[in-house]
């Protein structure tokens, strides 16, 4: 049985565009992320961790080295902002 080279044109085009769209969903996510791959399976531990970060460096995925936390840090909890009931 002959092979359809008429029907290489369009598989090569459609191989080409999924793997232009899947290259560039992976480099913004990995943009968004500042180089670091996405985080899967989030529980409730990495949300507060998350928003530790987000306090700290102004970013969910940065981290400080320094010890010192920024100016505002001791003030800056969630907890301030819930009503008590």
């Given at each position: 049985?002959?092979?359809?080279?008429?029907?290489?044109?369009?598989?090569?085009?459609?191989?080409?565009?999924?793997?232009?769209?899947?290259?560039?969903?992976?480099?913004?996510?990995?943009?968004?992320?500042?180089?670091?791959?996405?985080?899967?399976?989030?529980?409730?531990?990495?949300?507060?961790?998350?928003d530790?970060?987000?306090?700290?460096?102004?970013?969910?995925?940065?981290?400080?080295?320094?010890?010192?936390?920024?100016?505002?840090?001791?003030?800056?909890?969630?907890?301030?902002?819930?009503?008590?009931?």
């Amino acid at each position: 049985m002959p092979l359809p080279w008429e029907a290489l044109i369009p598989f090569g085009l459609l191989t080409t565009m999924f793997a232009a769209a899947g290259t560039l969903l992976n480099t913004s996510k990995m943009a968004q992320n500042q180089g670091k791959r996405p985080r899967h399976n989030l529980d409730a531990w990495d949300d507060m961790m998350m928003d530790r970060d987000r306090r700290l460096t102004g970013h969910i995925r940065g981290q400080k080295s320094d010890t010192t936390p920024p100016p505002g840090f001791e003030t800056s909890s969630k907890w301030y902002t819930e009503s008590v009931e």
